[in-house]
């Protein structure tokens, strides 16, 4: 007996029965796609850049600073413009960035000491790791931390080099036996690192570019790479708009004079 001369009530058991079948086989295959989702860890590429304002970038709504790949990552991605700094200081900062924690909790910054292990044995390169991927850092550790090595695979920590007071605190990294600048240095780091990782391993790469920070102690303070020039040919650079002495003038003469330790006190 085919389905077409089946009695009605046959069909209707017919037509429920594939029915049920139709929505077990969905459940199935949907069980299946959520643990293969749950299985499945991205690779994770985390990018910092030094001292960098907030509105120094294209997609701010900035109409002079040129910035096109960061421009791309944030139109092609998730841009947070409400987002803030809860300590904007260098040092507390990257220490909140590793640990998760609000400065009034792990009490890191400038002059502080070490940070503590107990603030670090959750940050997320050695949460990362420990679940299994591979990690690595190359830039500005920027955190005084003597068991930092151990949360990476591989680490290269360094900076601008302070023993320059001019160009060659930003030039003095080879590749190929050229003198680079570190912004192209790092970025070589990065793609040497992608390429060697090892194969069926998720990879999380912490990249902690030194620019565009001033060479603190030079005469001109900012070195650049020679490529972004052509962002800026026949054009009147503005000038900064706080520049003039009266804002200077506003600020606490604590910090104008430098952060010492009671000024911290006083400001925690």
């Known amino acids: 007996m085919n389905f077409i001369n089946a009695p009605a009530k046959m069909k209707?058991?017919?037509?429920?029965?594939a029915f049920l079948l139709g929505i077990?086989?969905?459940n199935h295959l949907f069980a299946q796609n959520k643990a293969a989702a749950i299985n499945v860890r991205p690779n994770i590429i985390f990018i910092l850049t030094d001292d960098q304002r907030?509105?120094?970038?294209?997609?701010?709504?900035?109409?002079?600073?040129?910035?096109?790949?960061?421009?791309?990552?944030?139109?092609e991605g998730v841009y947070f413009k409400n987002a803030i700094a809860t300590t904007p200081i260098c040092a507390a900062s990257r220490a909140?960035?590793?640990?998760?924690?609000?400065?009034?909790?792990?009490?890191?910054?400038?002059?502080?000491g070490p940070m503590r292990h107990q603030y670090m044995a959750e940050a997320y390169p050695k949460v990362l790791r420990d679940a299994g991927y591979y990690t690595g850092f190359f830039g500005k550790f920027g955190v005084e931390f003597p068991g930092k090595e151990a949360m990476f695979d591989t680490i290269d920590d360094y900076d601008r080099n302070n023993q320059y007071k001019d160009y060659r605190g930003y030039f003095y990294k080879t590749l190929n036996g050229d003198t680079v600048h570190l912004t192209r240095y790092t970025g070589q780091q990065a793609l040497d690192f992608i390429d060697n990782s090892p194969d069926g391993k998720p990879f999380c790469?912490?990249?902690?570019?030194s620019a565009p920070h001033a060479h603190d102690?030079?005469?001109?303070?900012?070195?650049?790479q020679k490529e972004p020039d052509a962002l800026y040919q026949n054009m009147d650079m503005p000038g900064p708009e706080l520049a003039e002495d009266a804002y200077f003038k506003?600020?606490?003469?604590a910090f104008t004079r430098g952060i010492q330790p009671s000024a911290l006190d006083m400001a925690i």
Request: aromatic residues 18%.
């Open 205 to 209: 790469l912490s990249l902690s570019f």
């Open 250 to 253: 506003c600020i606490a003469v």
């Open 217 to 224: 102690g030079a005469p001109d303070q900012y070195f650049w």
């Open 96 to 112: 909140s960035i590793f640990s998760g924690l609000h400065e009034r909790t792990h009490k890191y910054t400038f002059q502080t």
């Open 24 to 26: 077990l086989f969905s």
């Open 54 to 75: 907030w509105d120094a970038l294209g997609y701010a709504g900035n109409e002079t600073i040129k910035t096109p790949e960061m421009d791309k990552l944030a139109k």
């Open 12 to 17: 209707h058991y017919f037509i429920r029965a």
